[in-house]
């Protein structure tokens, strides 16, 4: 705007002077007094977030800067602030470096904690990924506090799993005569630009030659580690045409294709979350490539024994946790289990029913003779004892009929119509598992299982909905465990200002 904002303004039968307006300036340079501690008020959650981490002992943060009093050098950022910029910027749902450097030049909060000065994006990247281990040692500490503060008990803690996609496209999956293929090609470019000697060129500069240089080498990695990926893929593969159809992707190898809550099918983690039912605390958290949960109910129980020295009462989860083995093993550990028991009656009369079965030929309609271990079918024909296997933990016991008997038999269209002789397996489960069918059915176990979805599943839609973690910025196994750690500290951080920190100021207040 220029400084001419003069209007005229008159009215019928009088005339006036043109009104005066203050100008904008846009251009102009302004230097301000900034009083820096008044830039956020008493309340402010960053406050809390400074003071609680204030508290901790944060020495294994130090460890690895090399600037030290006395000595010629550059000094480092405080630790303590970059912990607090990540904590607070995921507490906005903010987790890119190169945002949180942006918001350090205008938002109140950011400058507050760094007292007005801007912290280049390279230095909080890398913050971030650096101290995997003493971040864990911060997330133990303020476990404590949560416990020292009555939040955290162990009788009750309902654990779940939750997809979130990794940070990879499903066209990046290559089957393994292409990623030989890339990888090859890679190779050749590493080597020409090597041989070219690219920062001889005037057009391109040192810096740009060895970015470009750098670039084709990570390629070359990543390609390398797809491979070594999808072979550790095949080797679990059971068929010939499975293996060959396996794939790994070129932006992130340790990815997984997983189904995600929303339907469909994408690359992603497995989050293992495991939460205190008193307040919602999170006590344990664990990130794995498996599609799905059957074998993750052991290891979380071990991560919340590091974390707090000593394993749940009680673990409550859903259908997907629940097998023999982890019966059994939990039983060992004097954990009790919650949660329903996969209802295996159900799948195989699914099985039969696509075999052209009779639904009254089904398993149950066979009638079992204690005495003379044998079973009678429907049409009164005997199925004798065959001999038994020993399948994981249980016991399976075949029977079979003679073959004319059943050749013979009107109904052996609808009992074995795809074989010469109707069989039937009785399979003995280990006592844990029989014990805990019976629990499930009493109506106590079942009134603490409906109470799950609202502990297990809490942690999990705070942090997607509130954090904004839908999907991982960073990439590998090892990353994106920071990353989760980062949010689920985060959470738990924000549980302690909602439920000991507000209270608190609100009392002092008061007073």
Not at 364 to 375: H, I, K, Q, T
Not at 413 to 440: F, I, N, W, Y
């Amino acid at each position: 705007m220029g400084s001419d904002n003069s209007l005229a303004v008159s009215s019928p039968g009088e005339s006036r002077r043109a009104a005066r307006c203050k100008p904008v300036d846009r251009q102009q340079l302004l230097l301000r007094c900034v009083d820096v501690e008044k830039l956020v008020e008493e309340d402010h959650p960053v406050r809390a977030i400074w003071e609680l981490v204030d508290r901790a002992d944060l020495e294994p943060f130090y460890e690895t800067i090399e600037a030290v009093e006395g000595e010629v050098g550059r000094s480092a950022w405080d630790p303590r602030v970059l912990i607090s910029l990540w904590i607070y910027a995921y507490s906005r749902a903010v987790s890119s470096a190169r945002e949180i450097w942006r918001l350090c030049g205008y938002h109140p909060a950011y400058q507050w904690l760094t007292g007005a000065q801007v912290i280049n994006h390279h230095t909080l990247s890398d913050f971030r990924i650096k101290h995997q281990q003493a971040l864990e040692e911060l997330f133990v500490q303020v476990l404590g506090v949560l416990s020292h503060e009555g939040l955290i008990t162990l009788e009750r803690v309902m654990h779940d799993g939750v997809k979130v996609e990794a940070c990879a496209a499903d066209k990046s999956f290559r089957r393994q005569a292409t990623l030989e293929r890339h990888l090859e090609l890679a190779g050749q470019q590493v080597k020409e630009m090597k041989e070219m000697g690219e920062a001889c060129s005037p057009e391109v500069s040192e810096r740009m030659a060895k970015a470009r240089e750098r670039a084709v080498r990570e390629k070359k990695e990543r390609l390398e580690s797809a491979l070594r990926q999808l072979q550790r893929t095949q080797e679990g593969q059971s068929s010939p045409e499975k293996r060959e159809k396996a794939r790994a992707s070129t932006t992130d190898p340790e990815a997984r294709i997983m189904q995600q809550p929303g339907g469909g099918f994408a690359p992603g983690y497995n989050v293992q979350i495991s939460t205190d039912a008193k307040a919602t605390v999170i006590v344990g958290l664990g990130v794995s490539q498996a599609a799905n949960d059957a074998a993750e109910l052991i290891p979380a129980v071990e991560r919340i024994e590091a974390n707090l020295g000593q394993v749940p009462q009680q673990m409550v989860v859903d259908g997907s946790f629940i097998n023999q083995q982890t019966l059994v093993e939990m039983e060992s550990k004097k954990i009790e289990v919650i949660g329903p028991v996969p209802d295996h009656a159900s799948q195989t009369a699914g099985a039969l029913q696509k075999r052209g079965v009779a639904p009254e030929f089904f398993p149950d309609a066979f009638v079992y003779d204690p005495e003379g271990n044998s079973y009678t079918c429907p049409a009164g024909q005997k199925l004798a004892y065959e001999g038994e296997e020993k399948r994981g933990f249980s016991v399976r016991h075949r029977y079979r009929a003679r073959v004319g008997d059943c050749q013979g038999c009107g109904f052996k269209g609808q009992c074995c119509p795809d074989s010469k002789v109707r069989s039937l397996v009785r399979t003995e489960e280990p006592a844990e598992v029989k014990a805990h069918r019976q629990k499930m059915e009493t109506e106590s176990a079942r009134t603490i299982y409906k109470q799950r979805p609202a502990v297990a599943e809490f942690p999990n839609a705070w942090i997607k909905e509130k954090f904004g973690l839908r999907q991982f910025r960073l990439r590998g196994l090892l990353k994106v465990t920071i990353e989760a750690l980062w949010a689920c500290l985060t959470y738990n951080i924000c549980q302690w200002i909602r439920l000991c920190w507000r209270p608190k100021q609100a009392v002092s207040v008061g007073n």
